[in-house]
C-alpha cells in the first residue's frame, strides 16, 4: 500500500487546481484520473487550420487564484481576450435573429419584446423577497413576466446548462440575481446598485485551453498518475483507504475529490451522501464545429453568438461565433462556428447517428446564415456534459455539508457545487485546499 499525505481524484481542471495550489503550499499530494490524459471536459483540437474546443470556448477572468495559476506559470503572455464585438449577441426569435438589447434605449427599441412585455419587468420592483428557492421559469415570470423569460433568461441558461427552467434552481443557477432579490428585494435594483462594477474579461489562450491544461499537467506531472481508475474510498481511522482498478491501494490523510457525482456515488462509504449525489443529473450534449470562407457566408457574424427559444423547437441550442470573439482561432478569411445541440429540452436528438446530427445542424446553418458551403466540419458528444442544479439542489448541497462536517478530511470540490465555470472550479479547488491546511 502506498502512503500519501493528499490525494486527489480526478484530473480535469478541479483536480489539476487542487494539485497546483498543493504544491505552491509544498505539500505532498498524488493526483488520479481514470483517463489515459488529464483535463477532463477542457478538450481541443488545431486541425486543418481550425482551433477547436470540445469543452468550454470562452472562460471569465475573474478570481484571484486563476490570476495566480496564469501568472505563477507565466502564462500572461499567451493570454488571448475577447475582441470588442462580443457585446453584440443574438436570439432567434421564430426565424428572426435579434440583437439582445444592452441599454435602457435599446431595450425600448427592441422587437425582441412587445410593448407589453417591456413594460411586465416593473412587477420587480413590486415583488417580495424569496427565501425559498424557486423553479427558475417561475422565479422570473413572477418578477419580468413570460417574455423576459421566455426571449431572453430561458435562451441564456439553456446556453449555460441545457437545462429545462421549470426544472433549474433560481438559487444556484441564477446566483447573481438570487442575491440581489435577497440583499434588495428587487433584482432592478441590485442590477443598478452594480451597474458600474467594472466586469471580467473573457480569455482563451494562444493555443488554446489545451495549452493551459498541459502547463500545469507538466507544474505537476511527478504526483500525477493517468489510467488509473478508483473504485473504492474507506475510512481507516483518521484515515482513507482508496481502491484502484489499476492495482493501487492508497492510504492518504486528507482527500479531495473532483469528479462527476455519479462517480463519487459509486465510490464513497457514505449511503446518505451516496443517495443524494444520485439524485443530480447530467444532459447530453453535440458539439458541432462548422467552418467555412468569410464569402460563403451573407450573415454578418459580428458578435459573440445567437441562443435559440426552447418555443420555437429548434435542432440546436445555441450557436458561438468562435473566430469573432477570438482572433487565433483559423486565418482571417475563415469563420468558425461551434453548434451546440441537445440538453435537457432536446434529449432524443444526441441519440441519433451523429452523421445525422451533422448533416441537419449543416442544413440549418445553411438556411440560418446563408451560408452556401462549409470547408470544415466535426462533431463530438459528450454523454454526461453538465450537471443540472435541480429544484432539490439544497437538498443535496445539505447533504453534502453533512459529511463534511463528519468527514473534515474530505474535499468534493466538483461542478455540481457552486457553479459550473472554469473560474468558479478553479476558485472552489484553491479554497478545498486553502481549508486543508488548517488541518494537521
Ligand atoms: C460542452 C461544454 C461546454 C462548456 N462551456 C464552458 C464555457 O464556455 N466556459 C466555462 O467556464 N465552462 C464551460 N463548461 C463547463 C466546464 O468545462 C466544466 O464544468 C469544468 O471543466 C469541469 O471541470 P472538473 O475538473 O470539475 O470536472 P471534469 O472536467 O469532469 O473532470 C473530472 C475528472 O475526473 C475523472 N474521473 C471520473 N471518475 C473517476 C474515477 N473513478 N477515478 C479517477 N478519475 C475519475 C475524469 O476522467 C475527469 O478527468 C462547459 C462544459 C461542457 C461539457
Not at 449577441?89 to 441599454?103: E, G, M, Q
Not at 449525489?277 to 467552418?291: A, E, F, R, T, W
Request: net charge positive; with cysteine.
Amino acid at each position: 500500500m502506498i502512503y500519501i499525505e493528499n490525494l486527489i481524484i480526478g484530473a480535469g481542471i478541479s483536480g489539476l487546481s487542487n494539485a497546483f495550489f498543493l504544491k505552491r503550499n509544498n505539500r505532498d499530494f498524488l493526483i488520479l484520473d481514470s483517463q489515459n490524459k488529464a483535463g477532463g471536459k477542457i478538450r481541443g483540437q488545431y486541425i486543418d487550420g481550425y482551433r477547436l474546443e470540445f469543452g468550454p470556448n470562452t472562460v471569465l477572468y475573474n478570481n484571484d487564484p486563476f490570476r495566480d495559476i496564469v501568472k505563477y506559470l507565466q502564462l500572461e503572455k499567451d493570454l488571448v481576450y475577447s475582441n470588442p464585438q462580443v457585446k453584440n449577441r443574438f436570439i432567434l426569435k421564430r426565424n428572426v435573429i435579434h440583437k439582445i438589447p444592452t441599454s435602457g434605449f435599446s431595450f425600448l427599441c427592441s422587437k425582441l419584446l412587445t410593448f407589453k412585455g417591456k413594460i411586465s419587468i416593473f412587477k420587480d420592483l413590486f415583488s417580495k423577497k424569496n427565501n425559498h428557492d424557486l423553479p427558475v421559469e417561475d422565479f422570473i415570470k413572477s418578477r419580468f413576466g413570460s417574455q423576459i423569460h421566455d426571449n431572453l433568461i430561458e435562451p441564456f441558461l439553456t446556453g449555460v446548462y441545457a437545462s429545462d427552467t421549470s426544472k433549474l434552481s433560481s438559487k444556484y443557477s441564477l446566483k447573481k440575481l438570487w442575491q440581489f432579490q435577497k440583499e434588495s428585494r428587487s433584482i432592478i435594483y441590485g442590477l443598478l446598485k452594480k451597474r458600474n462594477v467594472q466586469k471580467s474579461p473573457i480569455v482563451y489562450f494562444n493555443e488554446g485551453f489545451g495549452y493551459f491544461i498541459n502547463k500545469l499537467v507538466d507544474f505537476v506531472k511527478e504526483n500525477l498518475l493517468l489510467s488509473c481508475k478508483v473504485s473504492r474510498i474507506e475510512k481507516n481511522n483518521d484515515f482513507l483507504i482508496v481502491d484502484t482498478e489499476c492495482g493501487k491501494k492508497i492510504k492518504c490523510k486528507k482527500l479531495f475529490i473532483s469528479t462527476e457525482s455519479n462517480q463519487i456515488s459509486k465510490m464513497i462509504f457514505d449511503v446518505s451522501l451516496k443517495e443524494a449525489l444520485q439524485k443530480i443529473k447530467y444532459n447530453s450534449i453535440d458539439v458541432i464545429h462548422l467552418g467555412f470562407e468569410k464569402e460563403k457566408a451573407k450573415f454578418n457574424f459580428n458578435g459573440f453568438g445567437l441562443l435559440s427559444r426552447k418555443k420555437d423547437n429548434r435542432n440546436f441550442l445555441g450557436v458561438l461565433f468562435n473566430s469573432q470573439i477570438f482572433s487565433n482561432i483559423c486565418s482571417e478569411e475563415n469563420e468558425l462556428i461551434t453548434v451546440l445541440v441537445g440538453g435537457q429540452n432536446n434529449p432524443t436528438i444526441v441519440k441519433e447517428n451523429p452523421d445525422e446530427v451533422l448533416n441537419t445542424i449543416k442544413n440549418d446553418m445553411k438556411n440560418l446564415f446563408k451560408i452556401s458551403e462549409f470547408n470544415f466540419e466535426r462533431h463530438f458528444r459528450w454523454r454526461e456534459a453538465i450537471p443540472l442544479y435541480s429544484i432539490n439542489h439544497d437538498l443535496v448541497n445539505k447533504e453534502i455539508e453533512k459529511f463534511n462536517v463528519n468527514n473534515p478530511n474530505i474535499f468534493i470540490n466538483s461542478n455540481f457545487l457552486d457553479g459550473v465555470s472554469v473560474s468558479d472550479c478553479i476558485l472552489k479547488s484553491y479554497e478545498s485546499v486553502l481549508k486543508s491546511l488548517k488541518i494537521s
